[in-house]
């Protein structure tokens, strides 16, 4: 039996989803869920300026509008997929979804910047607990033998609401104050509330005799908050005393935390599921093509303007050729993977992406503007040719009572490879100045390299 005959088999192993219409009022919960907590990590960029200048703070303080809810959202992810395999999905995705709403609405009347950052805080906690089920609840919604097509557009729903943050920002601060980018939240959360209570499916395996973990989550939020602070230690260049100090006590954190999930059978870190190679290879891949994409988009913008002459606007236009062409390509590739590996799939679509940025850091000062569009299509192209293939192998090579966390994992290997990715640019900027971006374009298409590396390496390992 192939590769791809085997997750094809276990696709339509399992129960066959919900029925329609009850599956498309489900998938719109879940979809609005996904879009507002990805679109508010980058929603507020634009606004930064006029905020600190409304509350009265610096422009460095500012950042923290960005931080805090990135850095919740990092710590409370794990603990809620964990909840969910627990107690219920539909319930961790419910919750999160009124926690979030709640948090946007006191976002939108927040008066003092202590204020705004605490209910940042409290949306990234609602966005934790959404995210960790979203590929779950997938799962559990589609027909298995259309689960593929399924996880394709889930896909599209996450590239384009990665960069529809700004766009979505300059449009409403066009018009009105910056308060109603927290306020759209409301209403999107409230409908998509009402659709997730009737709609969204239960869970198929519910193990209430497993304790939470208490102490490991501490643990989790302890390590992963340390972990992320001593990486935007790196990046906004903190003192090396205080960057040092929060590098060991990662260390230290992590000293005690990974030893103690080793040895349990259902851990919070799932390192269970880690021992599951082509699982654990494909969390790999996962993390590496999100570097790359990241450190791509972050010095894409700085490219454009410094290197090739565009105006801030006009980088906004160009910069659509990815997403548009991720839109096309990600469902596409959930039909494919039924044909051919996921492993080739992947490694096919990060070739797409190693050329595509490659072209772009050698493009000539006088290009054109088609010039600049057909190297992010071919960007474009190869994350959502590789995207939809590999979330399927992390989610169909778990264990049907692990699917909470495999669900965990696959959004923490994209948060972890977006800020490792960010920290890269910041990296390159200060190693080589003005041409910063362009080193950090041929950063990327190296790291971009060994996902393709490691997503071929699958095609002989067997998928259980």
């Known amino acids: ?156 729903f996450v590239a384009i609401s990665s960069v529809a943050g700004p766009a979505i920002a300059s449009a409403v601060m066009s018009f009105t104050t910056w308060q109603w980018l927290f306020a759209l939240n409301v209403p999107i959360g409230i409908f998509a509330v009402i659709f997730g209570f009737w709609a969204l499916p239960a869970n198929q395996i519910t193990d209430t005799t497993r304790p939470f973990p208490k102490t490991d989550a501490l643990l989790n939020a302890l390590f992963f908050g340390a972990l992320t602070m001593t990486a935007e230690g790196l990046m906004h260049q903190f003192d090396i005393l205080i960057t040092t100090s929060l590098a060991l006590l990662t260390i230290a954190i992590a000293a005690i935390y990974i030893p103690k999930q080793l040895r349990q059978t259902t851990p919070l870190l799932p390192f269970d599921l880690l021992r599951i190679k082509i699982f654990s290879i494909s969390i790999l891949t996962s993390i590496t093509s999100f570097i790359a994409q990241m450190t791509a988009m972050t010095a894409m ?50 070739m797409l992406i190693i050329a595509g940025l490659v072209a772009l850091a050698l493009t000539p000062p006088d290009a054109s503007k088609f010039d600049v569009i057909w190297r992010l299509m071919l960007c474009g192209a190869g994350f959502g040719l590789f995207q939809s293939p590999n979330n399927s192998v992390i989610i169909m090579s ?30 390159m900027f200060n190693l080589f100045d003005a041409n910063g971006p362009q080193y950090a374009l041929l950063t990327a298409a190296c790291v971009a390299t060994v996902s393709c590396l490691l997503s071929v390496s699958r095609i002989k390992i067997q998928i259980e």
């Open 1 to 156: 039996m192939t590769h791809t005959e085997t997750l094809t088999n276990n696709i339509i192993a399992h129960a066959d989803g919900l029925p329609m219409p009850r599956r498309l009022y489900s998938v719109i919960a879940i979809t609005l869920g996904l879009f507002s907590s990805m679109m508010n990590s980058t929603i507020a960029n634009v606004a930064l300026p006029t905020i600190a200048q409304n509350l009265d703070i610096a422009p460095a303080d500012s950042i923290w509008i960005i931080n805090a809810y990135q850095i919740a959202t990092i710590i409370f992810l794990l603990p809620c997929s964990t909840l969910g395999e627990i107690y219920s999905y539909k319930h961790v995705l419910l919750i999160g979804l009124s926690i979030f709403t709640i948090a946007s609405f006191c976002c939108s009347f927040s008066t003092s910047f202590v204020m705004l950052i605490c209910f940042r805080i409290m949306q990234g906690l609602g966005s934790a607990a959404m995210v960790s089920v979203n590929m779950t609840l997938i799962k559990l919604t589609y027909p298995k033998r259309y689960l593929s097509q399924g996880i394709g557009l889930n896909s599209t």
């Open 301 to 350: 913008p700085f490219y454009l303007q410094h290197k090739l002459g565009y105006n801030a606007a006009e980088v906004g236009i160009l910069f659509t050729a990815w997403p548009c062409t991720v839109m096309i390509t990600a469902p596409f590739s959930g039909f494919l993977i039924r044909k051919i590996h996921p492993g080739i799939l992947g490694g096919i679509g990060q």
């Open 398 to 427: 778990a264990p049907a009572e692990r699917n909470g966390s495999a669900s965990g994992m696959l959004a923490t290997s994209r948060l972890l490879g977006q800020a490792t990715g960010a920290m890269l640019v910041a990296l």
